[in-house]
């Protein structure tokens, strides 16, 4: 263009010079360019805040933005991004090379997105970049950020916390996933702002972890707001953190605030309560203890003495533990009882911070005991003979005596289970190994184990007063090329045993167990077992001798297919009965599924082992382990799930008519650990396609080695429901799926619909 204008300017004077001479008259009208035209449009990106803006001009091929933020581009369509938030004015001029020139401007609005972090510790619910809803982990549980409601007690601020609703069933609990997870191994505390207005037990959990899954208890007050403070074991990362409000079956509106990781803190009240007795009440007399009957009049705890001591009582769950706060000395006094019928005292004692404590009855004279040893941070459960209080006439006791003068004073120590009774705790049974000799290797030898076949016995070791099979494997070749044996067992052709033994290894690793020949052709029938670092007890039911069989027959370990320490402990052998089907207990027929409720494990009518799902899960009909309390039957149904068990892992039986979901299900359960949940669900065998089932169940057992209550009913029942008629029981299936590190056993026993 600039070289037209050019050519034309020097062709002007030629062309007037033309004219003026007499040329033909051109039109001097001015020439007219096409007008330039500004324009543009512009397309936010909210996920970024980027704006894409193109131009819509006319007429112009020179381009010149101002982004509104000291920001300038050249560029016909150009692509920027804004870092604030605000308005605005974006003008874009446009020009040509005749040197015309227009422009626009337009005003933009930008809100730059919030990019949601995940969440970690610690949590206060108010920073607006986490993303707090899409990380809890509830079990139905209606959750919500509101703006502190109850200004008071620990908790003045009005900032945002988590509103929690309980519906009053059974495992409810509130969780919440973290990113990065919650490292332990030195820290061990964490502070929780809770609000109640109800005194309850709050259990913190974690999970997701590699370990068991640590866990502690505390107790709210019901006074609002109140700051309590956690202490677990374990070590390691974990990446779930549970909470759960009055043991997860109290009903009610709670509030959370302010989770934090602390420096490990030492617990100041205890986290759990005392073992639960298990002795008969026609053998007890208590003075204090939920477990047993009072005395009547009720014992004075707090009588005028003089002391420093203040008394007080607090709650775990419905059990009450005594509190001597500031404590030197304290009395109890009652009316006075004639304990010469009886021979011990039993105490559980725990303390944060004592390092002394005598006890002694009253009755004509005292004699202190120092009860040894005492503990810090954990229950300290004592037996004392009375013998033990010489100066002590036992034919009228009125008065108890606790004495801490001679140790940190003042200091605070909690007491539950104080009684006397008449016999010494009972011994453990003997170990009964079947028809496997020295079955619990507690022999002056390790005879009759052998390893392989030969002459050379097992190697034996001793620790903490138990003996077991030891052996380290430091060359891997075939599995038999390390045996245990016990050789000599009547193994008749055709019958069928179940083996029965505790084993542990240095690390996880296989071993091979079973029965068969100890010479010949050596068969046998054997079944892989993987072994951990965890003392668990496994059970190889219904070993048949298909084949093989005769009077020099042997109990089977083949450990040399891997490296490792293994240790094996408590072996059994034991001849299942013609037609028992895994049989024992009270069946002397075929086991057979349930048909009906109740069912009660008394006979043949069972869950059936051949139902059970799920690697590492197994199940028997076994004498009750303990037949006190709430059951005095003769047999349960056992169920063992070990440690590397799946998560899933359960029994089911299905019965013969669809339950009736407007009555209830109850049954009895006794737990080696706790706390444990069980997952029950109720389905259709067979399911007609587009039926629904209820949605699951859960309950925590928080005592273990006892018997207790367990109910639930359905609810929820979809509409596209036709019936169910089989009933799914998952021992330690909680809420969030963790995996199966802490072995355990269960019994279950009179199953009812009513």
């Not at 007008?35 to 805040?49: E, H, K, L, N, P």
């Not at 040894?372 to 003979?385: A, E, H, K, R």
């Not at 380290?472 to 045993?497: F, H, K, R």
Request: negative net charge; glycine residues 10%; contains cysteine.
């Amino acid at each position: 263009m600039k070289y037209l204008i050019k050519t034309i300017m020097l062709i002007a004077p030629i062309l007037g010079i033309v004219y003026l001479i007499g040329c033909t008259k051109v039109n001097d009208a001015n020439e007219k360019f096409p007008q330039i035209i500004a324009d543009f449009t512009s397309q936010v990106d909210v996920a970024t805040g980027t704006v894409t803006f193109v131009s819509t001009s006319k007429n112009g091929n020179n381009y010149f933005w101002n982004f509104g933020d000291n920001i300038t581009s050249t560029q016909e369509n150009p692509i920027h991004s804004y870092t604030r938030d605000g308005n605005y004015s974006i003008t874009l001029q446009v020009s040509n090379a005749a040197g015309a020139i227009a422009s626009i401007t337009k005003t933009i609005n930008i809100v730059i997105p919030i990019m949601l972090m995940p969440v970690s510790l610690p949590i206060t619910f108010d920073a607006v970049t986490v993303d707090y809803a899409n990380n809890f982990i509830t079990t139905s549980l209606p959750v919500t950020l509101v703006t502190n409601p109850q200004l008071s007690g620990s908790n003045t601020a009005a900032t945002k916390v988590a509103r929690i609703v309980n519906a009053g069933v059974a495992g409810e609990n509130f969780g919440i996933k973290l990113n990065p997870g919650v490292d332990i191994t030195t820290q061990k505390s964490f502070t929780v702002q809770i609000y109640s207005t109800v005194a309850i037990p709050v259990g913190i959990q974690l999970s997701g972890g590699a370990t068991p899954n640590p866990q502690n208890t505390q107790v709210h007050g019901g006074t609002g707001w109140e700051k309590l403070t956690f202490t677990v074991g374990g070590t390691g990362t974990y990446t779930n953190l549970f909470l759960n409000f009055g043991a997860g079956t109290t009903a009610g509106t709670f509030f959370l605030d302010d989770i934090m990781q602390v420096a490990t803190v030492a617990p100041t009240t205890p986290p759990t309560n005392a073992p639960t007795p298990t002795r008969s009440q026609a053998d007890v007399l208590s003075i204090y203890s939920d477990a047993y009957t009072p005395l009547t009049p009720t014992p004075n705890y707090f009588p005028n003495w003089g002391q420093s001591t203040v008394v007080s009582q607090i709650n775990i769950g419905t059990n009450n533990i005594l509190k001597y706060a500031n404590f030197n000395y304290e009395g109890t006094e009652f009316a006075a009882q004639n304990l010469s019928s009886y021979g011990f005292v039993h105490i559980d004692v725990w303390t944060p911070n004592a390092t002394e404590l005598k006890f002694t009855p009253i009755g004509g004279g005292e004699t202190l005991v120092n009860l040894t040893p005492l503990v810090v941070g954990q229950w300290n459960s004592y037996d004392i003979p009375l013998s033990s209080f010489t100066a002590v006439n036992f034919a009228s006791v009125a008065q108890l005596k606790f004495d801490g003068q001679g140790g940190l004073n003042p200091s605070t120590v909690f007491l539950d289970n104080i009684y006397f009774y008449r016999t010494a705790p009972p011994p453990p049974p003997p170990f009964n190994g079947g028809m496997i000799i020295n079955g619990d290797f507690e022999a002056a030898t390790s005879t009759p184990w052998t390893e392989g076949v030969g002459p050379t016995l097992a190697p034996v070791v001793s620790m903490g007063g138990n003996k077991y099979y030891s052996k380290n494997v430091t060359v891997v070749g075939n599995p038999y090329d390390v045996n245990l044996s016990q050789t000599g067992l009547n193994i008749v052709s055709g019958s069928t045993y179940n083996l029965t033994f505790d084993a542990w290894s240095s690390v996880n690793r296989p071993i091979i167990a079973g029965i068969g020949l100890s010479g010949g052709s050596f068969a046998n029938n054997t079944q892989t077992v993987n072994i951990t670092p965890t003392r668990t007890t496994y059970t190889l039911a219904t070993l048949t001798a298909n084949g093989f069989g005769d009077p020099n027959s042997r109990a089977i370990f083949d450990i040399g297919a891997a490296l490792g320490v293994v240790n094996i402990d408590n072996v059994s052998l034991v001849l299942v009965p013609p037609g028992g089907g895994g049989g024992g207990g009270g069946c002397s027929g075929t086991f057979v599924a349930a048909p009906t409720f109740p069912v009660d494990f008394q006979g043949c009518q069972t869950f059936l082992a051949s139902q059970n799902f799920g690697n590492g899960i197994t199940s028997s009909i076994a004498a009750n382990p303990s037949a006190t309390g709430i059951n005095t039957s003769s047999f349960a149904l056992k169920v063992e799930k070990p440690a590397g068990s799946e998560f899933f892992a359960g029994i089911q039986n299905t019965f013969a008519s669809s339950f009736d979901f407007t009555k209830t299900f109850s049954m009895q359960v006794y737990s080696t650990k706790a706390p444990v949940t069980f997952r029950f669900e109720a389905v259709n065998d067979p399911q007609p396609p587009g039926s629904g089932n209820p949605g699951p169940q859960f309950v925590t057992i928080t005592t273990a080695n006892t018997w207790v209550p367990v109910s639930f009913q359905f609810t929820g029942i979809p509409p596209s429901n036709t019936g169910c008629n089989r009933l799914v029981i998952k021992p330690d299936n909680a809420v969030g799926d963790p995996p199966i590190t802490v072995s355990g056993t269960y019994y279950i026993d009179n199953i009812r619909l009513q």
